[in-house]
């Protein structure tokens, strides 16, 4: 199993251009999740997915956009990219027990 | 307001020291607690949860509601516990977890 797969690993954006972050997980979890680290923050949740086709926005949704597309696929869009969005990206998700899963990450500069 | 306060940003002890990383909550029902690591260049996974009461590479993490912490122990480091070490609360209803800031813990030889 790869458990959690994140694309792309590295991303450098110019101010104002869109780009979609990918996460998949082979692990039949109900519940995903999207989070953002940034130093001296912690991990703070942008969106989450409960369920296939339901998503509830996070700690920090502005800016962001999700797509549950089935079980296994959680995409974050970013619309129109910001320095302010500069920051490493998480995805997540969880067994029937809470324990979270997470994937390798996407550090993402935003100039 | 649900908040995880981690007070040490860096903590660093000698290898074969006592380590202690702290965890204040904030939570007015019943909590779960969990602690998460992220050794360099891994990802980050969960180490222990304060339901299993179960000890996980040496470490325990007791959970007290009265001072409403969960602190992270270990009675005689190693230098592979360098990690960045997290702690984290989710409502009994949900699987949303709210992290604390993070420590950073160096363990020299």
């Known amino acids: 199993n790869a458990g959690v797969t994140q694309t792309p690993k590295f991303q450098v954006l110019k101010t104002g251009q869109s780009m979609t972050l990918q996460c998949a997980q082979d692990m039949n979890h109900n519940s995903m999740y999207w989070y953002r680290q940034d130093p001296g923050m912690g991990l703070r949740l942008i969106y989450y997915s409960a369920s296939e086709g339901t998503t509830d926005k996070g700690e920090v949704p502005n800016g962001y956009n999700v797509s549950r597309l089935n079980k296994r696929e959680f995409s974050l869009r970013l619309e129109s990219a910001a320095p302010s969005q500069t920051s490493v990206y998480f995805c997540?998700?969880?067994?029937?027990?809470?324990?979270?899963?997470f994937g390798p990450g996407t550090r993402l500069t935003v100039l | 307001a649900q908040r995880v306060t981690q007070p040490e940003k860096l903590l660093s002890v000698f290898k074969g020291a006592p380590v202690e990383l702290k965890c204040n909550y904030s939570y007015s029902g019943s909590p779960e607690l969990f602690w998460y690591v992220q050794y360099s260049r891994q990802r980050l996974q969960l180490l222990l949860r304060?339901?299993s009461r179960e000890s996980i590479k040496g470490f325990t993490a007791d959970l007290n509601k009265g001072e409403t912490s969960f602190h992270l122990k270990k009675p005689f480091a190693q230098e592979e516990d360098s990690a960045m070490y997290y702690c984290?609360?989710?409502?009994?209803?949900?699987?949303?977890?709210?992290f604390g800031t993070g420590t950073r813990l160096q363990v020299f030889p």
């Open positions: 997540a998700s969880s067994d029937d027990r809470g324990t979270q899963y």
């Open positions: 304060h339901i």
């Open positions: 984290a609360l989710s409502r009994k209803d949900t699987d949303k977890l709210i």
